[in-house]
């Protein structure tokens, strides 16, 4: 496996970009470029890549291609494309994004239909077309766990990737978006341990975060920073240890490059306590 993170610092140019990586001593970076960039500019971010032995881990489809708002649907699947051709063009691991809501007002927000059988079916055809209009040949479309839309679950991440029926439909597993309940926070060792055995082989990408469960009524849950929450990181570790291909470990969600830095030295820490290798 390999831990990676925001890069801050120079990334005008590859040789830039690769020694900021190194600097944050990240073996896994988020990709430098951006969907316009020309294939010259991308293959020479790759080749650096490459040589350095960075893995570009993920390119971000951040958008809500199951909005209620036509136009908004559209102009979402055009950009997760887009975002999976750049994924494509730069051997990332995978692109990622959330399904999305069927809530006109939050883009990745709560609503009643999340978990329909309706919206079920909307995110499978969905997922196609984004993949169809590609097919990818060295990368992956990844939908993003969720506490309130789909996947929610091990089984219905595994459920929606047999709907899909698309090789290049994989998993990008973020443990913490799925602690949404006590029974889950008190025992995250558990839902890490079922999560690999039914989705293992196809986890592409992760994310690392922590999540607490707080005194506040009813049922308060915040998202952390790694060693700060209920996320058990022994097990999270061991499980992505033991996948074959060098999974990365994505950092995020934090406010500043020293909370990057916390958060790395204690996966860090947890990681030589295990015996791994990040």
């Not at 690769?18 to 991308?42: K, L």
């Not at 607490?212 to 061991?238: F, I, N, Q, W």
């Not at 958060?263 to 990681?271: G, H, I, L």
Request: proline share 7%; aromatic share 6%.
């Amino acid at each position: 496996m390999r831990l990676g993170g925001p890069a801050f610092g120079p990334a005008g140019t590859p040789v830039e970009w690769i020694a900021t990586v190194r600097r944050h001593g990240y073996r896994a970076a988020y990709c430098p470029v951006g969907a316009d960039a020309d294939d010259a500019t991308v293959n020479a971010y790759v080749e650096a890549a490459r040589e350095a032995d960075i893995v570009i881990a993920e390119v971000g489809a951040w958008s809500n291609p199951i909005s209620p708002n036509e136009e908004q649907r559209r102009v979402a699947i055009a950009h997760c494309q887009r975002q999976l051709d750049l994924a494509e063009r730069a051997g990332a691991r995978c692109c990622v994004n959330i399904v999305g809501s069927r809530n006109p007002d939050a883009w990745d927000g709560p609503h009643p239909d999340n978990l329909s059988d309706d919206t079920f079916d909307l995110v499978v055809e969905v997922t196609r077309q984004v993949i169809d209009a590609v097919r990818p040949a060295r990368t992956f479309y990844t939908l993003e766990t969720m506490p309130w839309a789909l996947p929610d679950s091990a089984e219905s991440y595994l459920k929606l990737m047999q709907a899909v029926d698309r090789p290049a439909c994989a998993v990008h597993l973020d443990p913490v978006n799925l602690v949404n309940c006590p029974a889950r926070a008190y025992d995250t060792g558990k839902l890490l341990r079922r999560c690999f055995e039914l989705l293992g082989e196809r986890i592409v990408s992760c994310h690392g975060k922590d999540i607490a469960l707080s005194t506040k009524l009813t049922v308060h849950l915040d998202e952390c920073r790694p060693g700060t929450g209920c996320m058990d990181y022994a097990v999270y570790l061991r499980l992505l240890d033991a996948l074959p291909g060098d999974v990365p470990l994505m950092l995020e969600h934090l406010p500043a490059e020293e909370d990057y830095a916390a958060a790395a030295e204690y996966v860090r820490s947890v990681a030589r306590q295990e015996g791994i290798a990040l």
